[in-house]
């Protein structure tokens, strides 16, 4: 069975840190561009960040650059989003995202809740 299972999720004081796991079963995290998405109540699902399948090279959105880092561990099969200095405004639901190199496949996980709040 194909699926995307994040975890890691949970409630951190503001400045603290989390780390996100992204991990794949029925397919190879290796042949795919995966990305972490969040989405906000009442907000757009929004791209956070995301890691390429061949060269490793990364692209982060503007408001979490220098705090949050994504890396793979392709025998591990999973991917990870480091949380550091987190923020209120970090608090989402976070998706990870499998898209293969091919473009014709695109699996979603169901998220992981992160509050963050005093």
């Known amino acids: 069975q194909v699926q995307l299972v994040e975890s890691g999720g949970g409630l951190v004081q503001p400045g603290g840190s989390l780390r996100l796991s992204c991990a794949a079963s029925g397919f190879t995290l290796d042949s795919h561009v995966i990305g972490w998405f969040r989405q906000a109540p009442g907000k757009e699902r929004e791209g956070v960040s995301c890691i390429s399948a061949n060269d490793g090279s990364t692209w982060y959105t503007d408001s979490v650059k220098g705090r949050f880092t994504i890396s793979r561990d392709n025998a591990k099969n999973t991917v990870y989003l480091q949380m550091n200095s987190l923020k209120p405004e970090d608090t989402a639901v976070y998706y990870c995202?499998?898209?293969?190199?091919?473009?014709?496949?695109?699996?979603w996980g169901k998220g992981t809740l992160v509050t963050v709040s005093s």
């Open positions: 995202r499998a898209i293969s190199v091919l473009g014709d496949k695109d699996y």
